[in-house]
Structures are given as C-alpha cells and as structure tokens.
C-alpha cells in the first residue's frame, strides 16, 4: 500500500509563484517515477510534469519554462516549482507515483488533490 500526500497549494496572483510538495510513504521498494497532473472541472485530467529514472523529465508545453520538477529520491518527495502562474494554471494538482511495492509489483498511486488557484 502506497500513500501520497500533496502540500503547498492555494491563492496566488497571477506572475507569482508556488510550489507543491508530494511524499510518497507505506510499502515502497523503488520508485520509477513520479509527476504532477491537474485537472479542471470539465475537462480531462492532464499531464503537468514528469520525473522518471535517470534524470528523465517531461513537460507539458503550456509549463515549459515556467515549471520545474524535481524529486529528494532520501525522501521518496517530488516537488513543482511554479513560476509566472497565470489564471489558466488554476486547477487541481494531483500527485502520481509509479511505485513498486516488492520487486515486479508496480503500484500506480494518486494523491488527493491540492487546489492551486491563480487570481487577482
């Protein structure tokens, strides 16, 4: 069992910044990989940013340079660093986490949701 609990959401006016924390605990013996996702009331929940093995990452585009993901592997967290927000940033922000549980068992787990909202 894997849980994933996200921080670090709320009000920010739009150019300002935020970053959002997700800790993965439980039973874990290796993480593949961990990213962020949002959704809007509405429309499919879509990807955000990605940190895989090796130092691999995606992006969405709507985030490149805007956004930075990164993981303390010490910790099994993954953070998003979110710059220049803007008011279609407003969404809830899931954490996901691809998380073996024991050797060849893949555990795809979500955290609850933390709403960001950008706003004037």
């Known amino acids: 069992q894997v849980q994933l609990v996200e921080s670090g959401g709320g009000l920010v006016q739009p150019g300002g910044s935020l970053r959002l924390s997700c800790a993965a605990s439980g039973t874990i013996f290796s993480i593949n990989g961990m990213g962020w996702y949002r959704q809007v009331p509405g429309k499919q929940r879509e990807l955000v940013a990605f940190s895989g093995s090796g130092g691999y990452t995606k992006y969405a585009d709507s985030v490149k340079g805007r956004f930075t993901i990164s993981r303390d592997n010490a910790k099994n967290t993954v953070y998003l660093q979110m710059s220049s927000l803007k008011s279609e940033d407003t969404a809830v922000y899931y954490c996901?986490?691809?998380?073996?549980?024991?050797?060849?068992?893949?555990?795809?787990?979500w955290g609850q949701g933390t709403q960001v909202t950008v706003s004037s």
């Open positions: 996901n986490g691809i998380i073996a549980t024991q050797p060849g068992t893949i555990s795809n787990s």
